[in-house]
């Protein structure tokens, strides 16, 4: 077909004859070294531009923590206690954690500071959290039709019943009838396009389609999801041209949706396999993975350290923990007995493996679990679930 | 600053006002050495130390009341805040026609905050008054039409007051400016679900007739084929009549990667039923030659993924040697090649 116009200088067929060979010599801009800069300087201080974020504290650590982790980083002991003895002082009296000092306390920042100290592993980070008050405030969000609202007076989604199980199964609270109708009311939030909204009737959206299939997965009901229904959906989602994610049909992609996304292959996968399906891959996550880490290491990365929405958007540190949890769900496939890595570019882009239920590293989430799994369920001894409350 | 005489009443700063003279500031504990410290501005830090103030003493007071506005007005994400805020509006029992107003100029200002959204839900359901709401969040979806705490909003309404005239028409005004919001295509569903249903056999055909001709106008638009499939699930895309021979005649004009899978899904469903209509093995060989196509030419993002699903087609209704997913022997099957996800998994 005749071009109308004449093709673009950039694009012309002449510009391979004129390519430099690089004379063999590197220069090798150490992005990670940025990234650790990055968030070594934010887990300490933060800009006023954070003020919007000062009910999200705890984020803040995991988002750092988990960052720190996935490039191999590590914490020094002091910071460590620190992290813990902030967290200790985010607490609820009542039970669960608030977004910061003297805050009510707020599924989100609970999750958030039980993945943080369980990234920190130690006995001091463990014994941080209250668990008998932990259960409590867990029932006291409970709804009576399965789902949980944020905080007491607060909003429904199906975020809260995926930072209910996390939390829950980590700390081993877990009691028969904390999770009464929580599986029924998630499978409610599937859609006719087969990924799952924020509540019943939603459009489907990565980050609660996530939220939504690990807590079945927690809970052990993730066969009764529409699985095939749901691949569909998660696989259109992954963009012909850019190649990382949209979070919606016909929206744009956004580096955060790498693990969002990309991170439900792996629940996926394993469904299927419980399932007794016998045709999955046996060395690939049914994403183009190679695809993924390019955008993500193309366009995300922040040169100053940090990484970010899609090229023009600022860095931030929920971009730069999802942008780097994404990038580790590409680059390693299998668990620690079978693993195949693919990693993109240079070795050292490697990351460490993050678990896909919790997303902190996977030896993290077996330490905890050993730990708590030692102590006995706690009794619920605060009042039983109310409806919500009126203010 | 607790011995430094409290006269000034014009400073910005609550810690130098007369009338707040009597409460004590309560500074953030963050401990003796912080992590994640936020450099908050002099005026943020004065705002919330007064804050801690009065939720410290339980103060239930109009100038707790304006201080929650300053401090909504530095950050509009803090929840507590906004509980303490709702607690003063019963306490006081203060205008809430007012506070809708003041609700209505933070959407605007910030429409992709949870925390006001709910709170407007309070107070709608407070007054029981729905009569603003949809043309209040017609109007936010005047300026962004994919806004998801809107459409939130907007189906709470509605199922809770049931108002449920002139929507379908409101979608479709939305699917004439954007045939590609996926919203507004989410919202045709969830009118018509709770509305007449799908069962009756002239509102499928209207819908899918509706579809197709969207289809011919934006034949690359994923979300007017996701809705083509999702309506059809339930009966089943080989069961209905002619929508096999409608959709072969797009291909010459509306060739899309979504056409040939939606091929794919409806020889899938032939295969599935066992449909008398249909010859097995053509629906059987074409299905796999369409993934293939897929894979290999027209969808190669998610070639990972049409392979599983000529694999898995290939094994559920092949005749013939099992398929594994690689050249090389199969494994011995192994529950190693599970991601170690449970709770109890080592």
Redesign the interface.
Known sequence: MEEASPPLRCFRESHSSELFSDDGVQTVTSKEQQHYHYLKKGLRHLSDAYECLDASRPWLCYWILHSLELLEEPVPAAVASDVCQFLARCQSPTGGFGGGPGQHAHLAPTYAAVNALCILGTEEAYKVINREKLLDFLYSVKQPDGSFVMHVGGEVDVRSAYCAASVASLTNIITPTLFDGTHNWILSCQNWEGGLGGVPGLEAHGGYTFCGTAALVILGKEHMLDLKALLRWVTSKQMRFEGGFQGRCNKLVDGCYSFWQAGLLPLLHRALFKEGDSTLSESSWMFEREALQEYILLCCQNPGGGLLDKPGKSRDFYHTCYCLSGLSVAQHFGNKDLHNELILGRDENRLAPTHPVYNICPEKVAQAIEHFHQLPVPVQTGPTPSAMDQS | TSNKTRYLSHSSLFLDRKEWADLEPVP????P?????????EK?TDV?DMF?AL?QNDEKSERAFALTTEAID??A????VW?YR??LL?ALDKDLREEMKYITAIIEDQPKN?QV??HR??VVEWLNDPSEELQFVAEILSQDA?N?HA??HR?WVM?EYKLWDGELEYVEELLEEDV????AW?QR??VI?HTSGYSDSSILDREVQYTLKQIKKAPH???AW??LN??L?DGGLSSFPGLLEQVTELQDTCSSPYLTAFLVDLYEDALETNSSSYDQQEMFNKALELCKFLAEEK???????W??VS??L??TYGSGD?????SDP??PPSS???????????
Do not use: C
């Open positions: 953030q504990d963050d401990g050495n912080p992590v994640v410290k936020i450099a908050y501005s943020f919330f801690r939720l530095l950050n994400a803090n929840y507590t509980h709702r607690v019963q949870y959204w709910h839900r309070m994919k998801y459409w939130q189906q199922q590609r919001n996926n919203s989410n569903h969830f679900n638009n994923e979300s996701n809705y999702g309506i699930q969808d190669t993002i998610r070639r990972e993924y392979n599983y694999r898995s290939q094994n099992p398929v594994s997913a690689s199969p494994p190693s090649q599970l991601p170690d996800m449970e709770p109890s998994d080592p």
